[in-house]
């Protein structure tokens, strides 16, 4: 049986390269979808579209996306026998709302097992899942409904930034599943990359919203079964930009993915669709 | 008076968002341009076709590119007031070589210069420029071209994967200039991302070469005058593949831009090209 998410990211195929999907309610902040979940849309129309799972797919944003339909228009740039690029637009309503290229493939790269490896780096400590943080209160009505569908639990101290208490580091860490607990795929972790809260919203600084203007993920394995342990950083908040690192570790303490985004840091706070209230 | 970068990667307007170029010899290692030169050649195409420096641009790459003539064929994806948004594919013989898409636009989102700021990191600890290494050496006749046209200087102890004493560690840090010391602008940058050795090297793993399939740069900062400091680090050698993260730093002590390849760790060292020797 699908999963939830499966449902709402699922694209049927119209031939010649072009899928229609719907941007579901219940998977936006304030309105418009996460931009993650797009991303995840379109990633799996491209692999799809070209027979293999994503390895390396960078989003840029063009709109805000508001639910109801949406087309994906994918073009193969280049088949090769292990690897496949490919470019794809989301469009809603004659509008193009992001731009995709990525480069699609299995994890067969070291299919012994015994190439070169060399891991500096381990996940998250984080006490037990059960022990971590909903990163919403039942009474929060404003809360943005994309916390409904997953099962995020924040590491303690890291919702601080909901409390008015916010760390002082621009680092949120913790659990990830699906609500009705859906295995993640490679096409999920495209969505996880960008699915946990701001971590610049932990330092303080009056940054009410990050408007994503690209976000690139690197798939590095295949999740094994269980919640995956995540870490989102911000190491370099200037000019106005700043970039969001984020690892996903799965159950074997396996780095599954990696990813970046740069975002804006808007000054105007009035303008402000999403502020996190506490 | 053009430095000798901005010659080898300029790009003549041929109307229509077509751009010609010429793969210069001497930008090459054992015959094949580097990657972050073609991305250059890619990004100077789409800045002028949209009228903005780069901020975050992606090249993924699908066949090394031999010296010779090749057309860059630029497409606006979206042409909004501060940001523009391109999708670039160099070609050479008729065959696609790269395709890339940037997001454009000045580095004036904070123009005041007093909006949210917090920097985590700083820039990597280097002896003065005079007391670090070259990384080849007068009789190294197989040394790769590039290096005669950049000032180049290791961190001492970085070179040691040239000597037979790696370091054990997946970085190598140092300073980064042209030898004929033309400014470095943004676009200059998207060279820089991929201009030192690979950081795996040093190792000592079995890694002849480090084919890129991705590369993605955000621009982050207008370098000031003199030498760059760089950091070129991997954290996940696994599973047949690798990313490669760099910082540069400008003498303004300023993160002038950050970059984020995954590349492939062959194990066949005997179809290698480039094997370090030492």
Known sequence: MKGEFDLATAVRDLGGGSYSATVTHGWDIGGNANGGFLMAICGRAMADHVGRPPLTVTAHFLAPAPSGPG???VETVRDGRRLATANATLRQDGRDVMRVLGTFGHQTFD?????PTLVTGAPPELPPFDDC???RSPSDD???ALFDRLAVRLRPGDEGFRLGVPTGRAEIAGWFAFSDTQPIDAVALLFVADAFPPPVFNTGLPVGWVPTLELTVHVRGVPSPG?????????FI?????EEDAEMWDSRDVLVAQSRQLALTPRDVTSDPVTPRG
Request: glycine share 14%.
């Open 71 to 73: 087309t994906v228009d």
């Open 142 to 144: 404003f809360a943005p």
């Open 227 to 235: 919640p995956l342990r995540c870490v989102y950083r911000s190491r």
């Open 133 to 135: 943080v909903i990163p």
């Open 111 to 115: 299919q012994q097992g015994d190439g």
């Open 238 to 242: 200037q000019g106005g930009l700043l």
